[in-house]
């Protein structure tokens, strides 16, 4: 079984709105074992929304449409099904009475334009929407069940999970599960040599990989006519890419980088502080943003002019005349001291050169060190790493940031 | 003139990723009075693509592809053009230098499997990428010119401002001159209440508003035939908004709240420091998002747990104890403290509780507490304001720091 998704709305072909719908409406259909062979949008425009359902219904068996149902004039997607149909529109009385409910728990009249949300075209079924004054519609063209609703994702949403999806499963035929793994700290050329043949086009499952801000997500797509091998062949495929991957995984799903850092230092109990200089505090921000990080999260200092270096953790002036802020020396102290002042048990330290100005020959844009202190219990060792980072000033930090907290992770894993 | 967006991907078309490409580049056409006939989403299987290709290249003047010029195997968008045209792909060895020198820059060789980035169907163009390892291609079918530009927005998007841009506005026969302005610290309604007679639907220049991050925009969109009137109209009507919203407006088009704050600040010669809880080192992120941030930008401290808040801040366990870390009393110590250690001209302080957990009856979920510390030349002059935010722990951190940079931006204005 295979889908199309709709979109109508001038806000989204002007650019105004990003459509959430589609890729919603998608996730949801691939976990019930369908297909979706692309999306569509197009504007408030009858002749275009009457052509795009009518392509939509001779490429799959299923076309959700989303938009048009709105009781204002630019509103065609319920007078363009009728068009498709060649039938009228009629009055669904109880849709009427439904409505003027709806406005009534309002406190307010129902408005004149609101009566044409009542009509549905001739031969086609009413789907009720209890979120908003908008029915949805269902018609049939051949063998294609098209459904249509409100464009609003808080309306949309449970539409379609009351009147589509409980009837999917059953219909599909086929079991689609998937599974991402997401990567850091190696580019997608290394990624998909490691995974090799498991990304070969014609296997089932399929793996493909993603890259978004510095992560490589690795994409596993099992598609079988049952649960039973669909489960089986994910769980040997996801059990292979793990094994020649190893701890470039840092998490599956929807996990972030921050989320597995805090997760390993919780499982261990130990605590971390932060030094930054041209990461400004977006180290301590990324470790701040899961709830509950207090319990491994100390604090940090922002140490962005060398006065601060200095005078709050005890950089000498003779390393930073000798190395410069952005060098190991620095970044080694920086951590220690942070570690030492903050009482945690790690610290982790970033200085380098963000640009787009202060690159120098010896040292260009995009040159970072981060060192990781480590104390507690085990003795301490502390590591440093150079980094040659590539992309603009938000990219360099972005990447100097999530490194660090990979470094951390590593240590954590190790 | 008219196009047709074209995104290809798997992570698309099964619900993985929200496409927001399509949005971004509508929007550009938009103000480039190019209007959109339709977005189409494909996945990465090569029939699908040369087939949407073909259809949209009947349909519109103009195409942009995104997505599909990686390096792995299910990267087909090249090669989808060389069987539209078909052409075979040849290599064009600039681009595969340029490739190699991106990898060398990285102090990486470049794996052999980034090769196939260098090739272009023949007849093609090459469009050059300064942001990462893929170029984009433009074709021609027929009238109609294909561009094809990586997936990654932060590639995409340079790239077609670089490529298409600039050649569109002599093109499309009209003059559509769009502004934006941006106003904090009031929402949506009052902004409109203001802009009053300015917003009504049937004006040219007409004025809509939108909401993102507590940011409410102003847009204001004049369409004329020739740029004299155009412009004409869009200074006079951005004069009546601006007069209309006064202080409310921080900037306009691609203009930051915290590159509003930085340049106040260089204006008049000032420095700031920060102390953080609850936002965690995002207002230093913030105000070390801009380049030469270091002229004005001291740095701060990350006080998450209170014994730093005591040792680094120096806020007394009986201020702490009588009053608790939210609390009046406790930010406005820490911006008095991290100004003076900081010998800063002014310090911002954030203590609040951004949740899901921590919230009381007395303060719930969405305190928060800001104090600005003023010094300088200037009579020493603290102020502190009480907000109560709405949303979730994401929301409120990210008001709290732009309520914190507004409250600065406020005093440097006065």
Chains 1, 2 share one sequence.
Request: net charge neutral.
């Amino acid at each position: 079984m295979n889908a199309v998704i709709l979109s109508v709305g001038d806000e989204l072909v002007l650019g105004q709105t990003v459509d959430t719908n589609s890729a919603w409406l998608s996730a949801r259909l691939t976990a019930s074992g369908v297909m979706t062979v692309y999306h569509k949008t197009v504007a408030d425009d009858q002749a275009a929304i009457v052509a795009a359902v009518r392509e939509a219904a001779a490429a799959a068996d299923l076309v959700i449409v989303t938009g048009g149902l709105g009781p204002t004039a630019d509103d065609l997607s319920r007078q363009a099904l009728a068009d498709v149909l060649g039938k009228p529109l009629d009055l669904h009385p109880p849709s009427l009475e439904r409505i003027r409910k709806f406005f009534k728990s309002l406190g307010r009249e129902m408005p004149p334009s609101n009566r044409i949300q009542a009509m549905v075209p001739r031969g086609g079924e009413i789907l009720d929407n209890d979120w908003g004054t908008a029915p949805g519609v269902k018609i049939r063209i051949g063998k294609t069940s098209v459904f249509v609703f409100p464009g609003v994702p808080r309306e949309m949403s449970p539409m379609f999970d009351r009147h589509v999806f409980p009837t999917l499963a059953t219909k599909s035929g086929r079991t689609i599960l998937t599974e991402t793994l997401h990567t850091f700290g190696a580019g997608e050329s290394t990624v998909a040599e490691k995974l090799g043949d498991l990304m070969r086009r014609d296997n089932n499952p399929t793996v493909g990989t993603t890259v978004s801000g510095g992560i490589v997500s690795v994409r596993i797509r099992s598609d079988f006519p049952t649960p039973g091998p669909a489960r089986l062949h994910l769980n040997r495929v996801e059990k292979t890419a793990a094994e020649r991957l190893g701890p470039l995984i840092f998490g599956h799903g929807p996990t972030t980088l921050q989320e597995a850092v805090g997760r390993l230092l919780k499982q261990a109990g130990r605590t971390v502080a932060t030094a930054e200089s041209c990461t400004g505090g977006l180290v301590a921000r990324l470790l701040t943003d899961i709830p509950g990080a207090s319990a491994y999260y100390r604090g940090g200092w922002v140490v962005y002019s060398d006065a601060l270096k200095q005078h709050e953790l005890d950089i000498p002036a003779s390393v930073l005349a000798a190395h410069g802020a952005v060098s190991e020396e620095t970044v080694r102290l920086l951590a220690l001291n942070a570690m030492r002042k903050s009482d945690a048990d790690y610290a982790l330290a970033v200085s380098g050169i963000a640009g787009p100005d202060g690159g120098s020959d010896e040292k260009p844009v995009g040159t970072v060190w981060i060192a990781l202190a480590a104390g507690g219990s085990s003795a301490a060792r502390t590591t440093t790493e150079h980094f040659q980072l590539p992309g603009d000033r938000d990219m360099v930090r972005d990447r100097a940031a999530k490194a660090a907290l990979n470094m951390l992770r590593l240590r954590l894993l190790a």
